[in-house]
Each structure stands twice: as structure tokens, then as C-alpha cells.
């Protein structure tokens, strides 16, 4: 199971665009006027990862699964989305089911293309949705706050406590500022995220600009990527008519020369799911044999009784040890055996902490 990312933005952007090139689809209507997106659209791509092809190699795997990455393309918000304008109560209410927000920014002039406040002026743009974000965040707090002060006892410390950082981060958000961890312990972190806040989520701003600035941006994606360096946020250049183009190649090798051709070493997909990894904390373990090769997605600073549980939970209730090669050895050993035979494979009980890359075999007693 891979992660789930939202994308928002204003009417006219690029989203559906970019959700269509980036799922190989055509569900989301890409029109030139707002709200032509009615539902969320559903999007899962495969994660590419260099690492499953050489396992599989090695062991003639009949199946290959890699992890998956899901894309939401959600309606455009208006200003005003918060009071409901522009059908928006509901749209937010599909942001706060992501893992993620990915806010899809025009950075790009062109005539033909309409904007929702007829100018060109990202930074406002982020503005608008960053407030209505905010707002909606805020009346939600504020209803929470209500309702568990009526259910409030003396004694109960929980209940104090989460109300003592409901007001810290009522308190960011009458300022203008979104509920960023920088400003809270872990702990109250973690009591945050309880919440579901939308504007708690891990942000990337991908600014969507004309195929002559994919290399070096311009003047609209300096702009943001200045504004996300001040929140400590993360900033991608993308061209959606770029990434229409790559969706349409099916060969993988015509891609990459494609790819060279623009002097791009990677896709818009590839920089999404990077900094998608990074910002969710996710690493890769492995399963591999004749049958699959198999790429599971965990949280970093997981064990391995919770990884095996990934797989099933059978896996977990009955954990006796994780047999685990890292990836380095396994690909210059050759496999499982060799890696044993030169002490590469460990035998690690259930508090290890899986890293990155391991390819490991569980064995459970149940």
C-alpha cells in the first residue's frame, strides 16, 4: 500500500492535467473553465524503483509489485470555499482523507487559458487556498474546543491537554500561520494530528510552468520557491504538457531518451513520489523469490514485527525472526544464498529496526 496524495489548487491550473499525465488517464476532465472536476478522481501508479528489477533478476521472479503511490484529484477551491462557495465544504472534506497535499501552482503565461482572478500571480493564488485551508481548519477547532469544554471535568488531564494545544494552534491560525510542527512539541504534535488538520499535512508546491522554464524555472516558480523555503517546504518545477508527452511514450527506453532529449533526468512523477517519501518518512523493504519480488512501504523507525504485519497479520502474531540481507549485499552477492554463505544474512528479532532497502524473510508460528 502506498500513500495518499491530494491534489488542490485554483480552477484552471493545471491539475487535472497533471493528474491525467501522471496516471497514464483520462478520468479528469481537463477543461478550460472551473469545477470541470465533480468528484475526487482516483489515480494509483506503480512507484518506480531500479532496486525490484534486480531482484527479480536475480531470482527469476515471476511477478514484480512494486509499491503504489495514489492521487486524488480534487475540485478547485475559490476563495470563499470555506463558507461553501464554489460547492467547497465538500472538496475539503476530501482533502482531509490524503496523507499528503500536493498545491499545483500556474506559473506559466497563456492567453488561451483563462484564470479564475484573470491574472497571473501565483503567490496570491497560494494565498487564497492557503486561507481557505486555514479557515476551515479553524472552525473546526473552534467546534471541537466547544463541544469538549461541555465534556470537561476537572480532573481530566487529557482532556485539559488537548484543549491547551487546540488553543495553541487556534491561536497560529488567527494569525495567518498554518498548524506546522515547527511551532509545537512532538507531543503536541501527535495530539494535532489526532485532529486531522488539513494544513497539518505535509505540503508540496509544484509549480506548473511552460516547457521552456522546466530546466530553471522563472521569475513565478522563484517566487514560491522562496515562500517554501521560508515554511520549510518542499518546491517542484513541472510542466504538465511535458508530463502529457511522457504518459503517451510506453517504452521505457524511449522515455529516458525523450527525457535526455530535454535534458531532464527524471519525470514530474519521479520528483513527486521523492519528495513524497521524504515528507511522509517512508522507506522500502523487500520480499523476493521465483514466485515475486514484492516492495512494501513502511515508516521509517519501524520494527520488524509490525513490518511482517504489513504483509499479514499472522505475520506479526506469530513473529520468530527476520531473516535480513540489506540490498547492497544481496545485489553483490547474488542472491539469498551466497549472501548467506558470506555471513551477509542476519537473524534480527522483532525490536529491529527494518532500514531502507532490506530484503527480508519472516518466520511465524501461528
Known amino acids: 500500500m502506498g500513500f495518499k496524495c491530494g491534489i488542490v489548487g485554483l480552477p484552471n491550473?493545471?491539475?487535472?492535467?497533471?493528474?491525467?499525465?501522471?496516471?497514464?488517464?483520462?478520468?479528469?476532465?481537463?477543461?478550460n473553465y472551473p469545477?470541470?472536476?465533480?468528484?475526487?478522481?482516483?489515480?494509483?501508479?506503480?512507484?518506480?524503483?531500479?532496486?525490484?528489477?534486480?531482484?527479480?533478476?536475480?531470482?527469476?521472479?515471476?511477478?514484480?509489485?512494486?509499491?503504489t503511490l495514489d492521487f486524488s484529484d480534487i475540485a478547485g477551491l475559490v476563495k470563499g470555499a470555506s463558507k461553501g462557495e464554489g460547492l467547497g465544504n465538500k472538496f475539503l472534506s476530501h482533502i482531509r482523507q490524503v496523507d499528503a497535499v500536493i498545491h499545483v501552482l500556474r506559473c506559466f503565461d497563456d492567453k488561451n487559458i483563462t484564470h479564475v482572478n484573470n491574472q497571473i500571480n501565483p503567490l496570491d493564488d497560494l494565498e487564497?487556498?492557503?486561507?481557505?485551508?486555514?479557515?476551515?481548519?479553524?472552525?473546526?477547532?473552534?467546534?471541537?474546543?466547544?463541544?469538549?469544554?461541555?465534556?470537561?471535568?476537572?480532573?481530566?488531564?487529557?482532556?485539559?491537554s488537548l484543549l491547551e494545544v487546540i488553543d495553541k494552534a487556534i491561536d497560529l491560525l488567527k494569525k495567518g500561520e498554518p498548524v506546522?510542527?515547527?511551532?509545537?512539541?512532538?507531543?503536541?504534535?501527535?495530539?494535532?494530528?489526532?485532529?486531522n488538520l488539513i494544513t497539518s499535512k505535509p505540503i508540496i508546491y509544484v509549480c506548473n510552468v511552460d516547457e521552456n522554464s522546466i530546466i530553471n524555472g522563472n521569475e513565478y516558480s522563484n517566487e514560491i520557491y522562496l515562500y517554501a523555503e521560508k515554511y520549510k517546504r518542499e518546491s517542484i518545477i513541472i510542466s504538465a504538457e511535458i508530463e502529457s508527452q511522457i504518459s503517451l511514450i510506453k517504452e521505457l527506453d524511449e522515455k529516458k531518451l525523450f527525457l535526455e532529449e530535454l535534458n531532464i533526468s527524471e519525470s514530474g512523477l519521479t520528483r513527486i513520489i521523492k519528495s513524497g517519501y521524504s515528507l511522509l518518512n517512508l522507506i522500502t523493504f523487500f520480499t523476493s523469490g521465483p514466485k515475486e519480488t514484492k516492495a512494501w512501504n513502511i515508516t521509517n523507525g519501524t520494527n520488524a514485527s509490525r513490518a511482517a504485519g504489513k504483509i499479514h497479520t499472522d505475520f506479526e502474531r506469530g513473529f520468530i525472526r527476520a531473516e535480513t540481507i540489506a540490498y547492497s549485499d544481496y545485489i553483490n552477492c547474488n542472491g539469498e544464498l551466497e549472501s548467506k554463505n558470506q555471513g551477509k544474512m542476519r537473524s534480527e528479532g522483532k525490536d529491529y529496526i527494518v532500514q531502507d532497502g532490506?530484503?527480508?524473510?519472516?518466520?511465524?508460528?501461528v
Request: with cysteine.
Open 35 to 67: 469545477f470541470c472536476t465533480i468528484e475526487p478522481n482516483q489515480g494509483r501508479v506503480f512507484v518506480p524503483d531500479e532496486r525490484i528489477e534486480k531482484l527479480s533478476k536475480i531470482n527469476n521472479s515471476k511477478q514484480k509489485l512494486p509499491t
Open 128 to 160: 487564497i487556498v492557503e486561507t481557505e485551508l486555514m479557515l476551515a481548519d479553524l472552525d473546526m477547532l473552534e467546534k471541537i474546543k466547544l463541544s469538549n469544554k461541555k465534556k470537561l471535568n476537572i480532573t481530566d488531564k487529557e482532556n485539559k
Open 180 to 195: 506546522n510542527i515547527s511551532n509545537f512539541t512532538n507531543k503536541e504534535f501527535n495530539e494535532i494530528n489526532k485532529l
Open 13 to 31: 491550473v493545471g491539475k487535472s492535467t497533471i493528474f491525467n499525465a501522471l496516471t497514464s488517464s483520462s478520468s479528469a476532465e481537463a477543461a
Open 358 to 365: 532490506d530484503v527480508i524473510t519472516f518466520r511465524f508460528n
